[in-house]
């Protein structure tokens, strides 16, 4: 049993920054790729970043590159997402969920967590 709780969300002005912060507990996270992904209302469920198990290796979606950043610290059992230059658009519910076979199949979700950004 993984179990992934998200923290960190909130109201952030446009240009602001953010970090949210997911931990884990459970199945071994070191070895697990672990992504972040976001859904607005109405829209379908989309990935921002992801990152290896050793962090060696990250990934963006290009409406994100350049402002934010994933980051994982194995030792607390933590992965982060720095958000920078916030814009309305990324107003979203955020989730972090974990790869096991790292083969792109997510198959454990956190509850997540609400970002606004205003304008």
């Known amino acids: 049993q993984v179990q992934l709780v998200e923290s960190g969300g909130g109201l952030v002005q446009a240009g602001g920054s953010l970090r949210l912060s997911c931990a884990a507990s459970g199945r071994t996270f070191s070895s697990y790729t672990m992504g972040w992904f976001r859904q607005a209302p109405g829209k379908e469920r989309e990935i921002v970043a992801t990152?290896?198990?050793?962090?060696?290796?990250?990934t963006y979606a290009h409406f994100v590159k350049g402002r934010f950043t994933i980051s994982r610290d194995n030792a607390k059992n933590t992965v982060y997402l720095q958000m920078n230059s916030a814009k309305p658009e990324d107003t979203a519910v955020y989730y972090c969920?974990?790869?096991?076979?790292?083969?792109?199949?997510?198959?454990?979700w956190g509850q997540g967590t609400q970002v606004t950004v205003s304008s």
């Open positions: 990152i290896s198990w050793n962090g060696g290796t990250t």
């Open positions: 969920a974990a790869d096991p076979a790292g083969t792109g199949r997510y198959v454990y």
